[in-house]
């Protein structure tokens, strides 16, 4: 059975180092009750921390609107109308995601309610109880303030507003580690600040009119149905979804930073010499709003009337173009089948040691993705019905030559510094 790069996580510890943007998924929102799939983008987050976090958030609205919650006074807020019960959105986890995914950042998003928080980042962190800590220490904040009695929002508490926001219907966490701190940031849909008059919630002191405001009712909290928030592609000009975009650059990514550790399967030598200095690959698109001189612009438009003849490559750059005898593929599914076919000649045929490239080499299309002085690349793909096939193209620059070598072999990353970058974590590129 043929296997799938992007559909499945290996068991193996060194695979589960490589999938640095874990596996891209097309079911992107569920509303979960039990342990379930959630099936969102990052592998490497587990179902259960998110289920956990999904159940201790609603955990405490569900307080909230019962009246069991107390400010600073020890008085008990009014019972709530309108609580929303929150799903959880995997398109919002994956904005998060992008906010912190280098350098453990702070948080630049505006568009929706946000809290975010550090922690300490060690052999003795344990991810879920320092989750849960954060979580109880944003929440907490309502007991440090007078709520007077009131549904208001009101200052210092500013992480309860946000997670107490009864307008909210959907939210995701997630987190990332960097040396010796973490992050945890949650974005959720609504922001609490924009709430009418600055109530959080439909106070009541009835305990009776609890869930007031909708007709199904569960545990104090009003059930929602929700759709995930829309995803800005970040490159526009390749006409990809973002989804296709991400797969494109992690799928380059992976397989270069394969045969830089020296666990790329070779045909002549059961596995290809590891490389000192593989570079991290830039996705050569320009800003939103497109530019017609970028390669993502200058790919698309190659494949976008479905030529019958293979088209050439654009000017400054390699290219490797596949032909799929599916119309309706989409362009994650067609492009992890389309690199993976221009990657499969290492394995089938091998460099063994001769790294020598040379044109007209049934490993050019290998050669294109491998080069060790690529600096970037862009992908298009086209669904063609008329001609009953989709179009599969990717370009590089600088492109390989005649002579030149696809990498040099030696000690993983140890070429970076030379190039003033250094090793990538896990290790295999530079960046």
């Not at 309860?160 to 992050?183: D, I, L």
Request: aromatic content about 8%; proline content about 3%.
């Amino acid at each position: 059975m043929k296997s799938s790069v992007l559909g499945s996580v290996t068991v193996n510890a060194m695979w589960s180092l490589l999938l640095t943007l874990g596996a891209v998924f097309l079911q992107l929102h569920i509303n979960v009750e039990a342990t379930a799939a959630f099936h969102c983008r990052n592998s490497l987050i587990s179902d259960e921390w998110r289920e956990m976090v999904l159940h201790y958030v609603n955990d405490k609205r569900k307080r909230l609107a019962s009246g069991g919650q107390v400010d600073s006074t020890g008085t008990a807020l009014k019972y709530a109308k309108d609580m929303n019960r929150l799903n959880w959105d995997c398109n919002l986890e994956h904005i998060a995601f992008q906010e912190i995914a280098k350098d453990c950042a702070n948080s630049q998003q505006a568009q929706y309610g946000k809290t975010q928080a550090e922690f300490k980042s060690n052999a003795k962190c344990e991810i879920n109880a320092a989750t849960k800590q954060i979580l109880k220490n944003w929440w907490d904040e309502v007991k440090k303030v007078d709520m007077q009695g009131d549904t208001n929002y009101v200052a210092l508490s500013e992480n309860f507003a946000e997670m107490a926001n009864a307008v909210t219907k959907a939210f995701a966490c997630t987190y990332n580690t960097c040396g010796s701190k973490g992050t945890l940031l949650c974005l959720y849909d609504q922001k609490a600040a924009t709430n009418p008059a600055g109530a959080l919630y439909q106070g009541d002191a009835d305990k009776a009119n609890i869930c007031q405001a909708c007709a199904d009712c569960v545990d104090s909290l009003c059930p929602q149905t929700t759709t995930p928030v829309e995803i800005t592609p970040s490159c526009t000009d390749d006409k990809m979804t973002e989804d296709g975009n991400k797969a494109a650059q992690w799928l380059h990514s992976y397989y270069r930073r394969l045969l830089a550790t020296g666990w790329a399967k070779d045909g002549k030598s059961a596995y290809a010499k590891p490389a000192k200095k593989m570079l991290e690959l830039t996705y050569d698109c320009t800003a939103a709003g497109g530019g017609a001189q970028s390669a993502a612009a200058q790919t698309y438009a190659a494949i976008e009337n479905c030529p019958t003849a293979d088209p050439a490559p654009i000017a400054g750059y390699s290219m490797n173009f596949k032909r799929l005898k599916n119309f309706t593929i989409s362009d994650t599914g067609a492009l992890e089948e389309a690199i993976t076919d221009w990657w499969g000649p290492l394995e089938k045929i091998g460099l063994g040691s001769n790294l020598e490239f040379s044109d007209g080499s049934p490993l050019t299309s290998f050669a294109n993705i491998a080069f060790d002085q690529t600096t970037k690349f862009a992908c298009s793909v086209k669904n063609c019905p008329k001609i009953g096939e989709t179009l599969v193209m990717c370009h590089y620059n600088p492109p390989i030559t005649d002579g030149e070598y696809i990498y040099e072999a030696g000690k993983v990353c140890s070429g970076c510094g030379k190039l003033n970058k250094k090793c990538s974590s896990p290790p295999g590129l530079c960046i």
